[in-house]
């Protein structure tokens, strides 16, 4: 797509139309609403989690990811952390049930050490493929889905109670 074209088609509307393929308008309507998706997407201080694990709308776009409850959560920051719903009133304990730190997707990912062993195998198969540790959020979405994946869906119930409101 040439700078050209794509001026042309947002400044100066219909006119231009019948000069230019319909294929390539539609492509540039479609880079322009991404390029506006982008851009909110960079200016909304919301969704800060989720930004660390997906830097673009477009990345995001091609990303094939399962979706289940806890990676939901992992991934967006919102449901079941703690941190989050202290945020919103809804739990007075901001903690993780280790009480070492807050309860937030980080701490959960790096830190907290009621899942060593699942960390530890994800830390493991990320150094085997050449990674290195800690890798940032990007980094696991970009490079070690699957390890990542896996590490959430080996929480086992009794870890998940870290992923729940303490009543
Ligand atoms: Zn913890």
Redesign the pocket.
């Known amino acids: 797509m040439d700078k050209f074209a794509k001026g042309a088609a947002v400044e100066d509307g219909p006119v231009v139309y019948d000069k230019i393929p319909k294929e390539v308008i539609v492509t540039t309507e479609k880079d322009h609403g991404l390029q506006m998706w982008e851009q909110q997407w960079m200016d909304t201080r919301k969704g800060t989690v989720t930004k660390a694990f997906f830097l673009s709308v477009k990345k995001r776009l091609t990303e094939k990811i399962p979706i289940f409850p806890e990676l939901t959560s992992l991934l967006s920051g919102y449901g079941n952390i703690k941190s989050y719903l202290y945020r919103l009133g809804v739990t007075d304990n901001r903690m993780?049930?280790?009480e070492?730190?807050e309860?937030t997707v980080d701490?959960?990912i790096f830190?907290?050490?009621?899942l060593p062993n699942q960390r530890n195998e994800m830390i493991r198969q990320t150094k085997n493929t050449g990674g290195n540790w800690p890798a940032k959020s990007e980094t696991l979405i970009n490079n070690y889905k699957n390890y990542f994946v896996k590490f959430v869906k080996s929480l086992e119930l009794s870890d998940l109670k870290?992923l729940s409101i303490k009543t």
């Not at 830190?111 to 009621?114: A, E, G, L, P, S």
């Open positions: 993780c049930p280790c070492e730190e309860h701490h959960l830190k907290c050490k009621k870290c």
